[in-house]
């Protein structure tokens, strides 16, 4: 079983970035496939982006290709989500999952992850 921490959220105008950290402990994240999702308030929960379980596939969400990027170290046992030109639209509580399945369509459907972290909120304003 892994835990799942993340950090690195908060306020941030328009325009901004941030880099949220998801740390995981019990088991190593090269075990499982890894995401980002979000939820706002009101909506339910959006994949953000993922990375499989060797790193080599990484969808993202049509809303944030080309300005978020996620990355992980295997040695740090963290799994990172890099966003920049922050917008209105990515206020949201941000979660990271880890799930033991593998595939596009696993990685990018929240029903599939069986772990998640508390999640850390991220704010954009004007």
């Known amino acids: 079983q892994v835990h799942l921490v993340e950090s690195g959220g908060g306020s941030v105008q328009a325009g901004g970035s941030l880099r949220l950290s998801c740390v995981a402990s019990?088991?190593?994240?090269?075990?499982?496939?890894m995401a980002w999702f979000r939820q706002a308030p009101g909506k339910g929960r959006e994949f953000v982006a993922g990375?499989?379980?060797?790193?080599?596939?990484?969808p993202y969400a049509d809303s944030v290709k080309g300005r978020f990027t996620i990355s992980r170290d295997i040695a740090k046992n963290t799994v990172y989500l890099q966003m920049i030109s922050l917008k209105l639209d990515d206020t949201a509580v941000y979660s990271c999952?880890?799930?033991?399945?593998?595939?596009?369509?696993?990685?990018?459907?929240?029903?599939?992850?069986?772990?998640w972290g508390q999640g850390t909120q991220v704010t954009v304003s004007s």
């Open positions: 999952g880890a799930s033991d399945r593998s595939g596009y369509f696993v990685l990018i459907t929240a029903n599939n992850y069986d772990y």
């Open positions: 019990g088991r190593t994240i090269s075990d499982y496939a």
């Open positions: 990375i499989s379980r060797s790193g080599s596939l990484t």
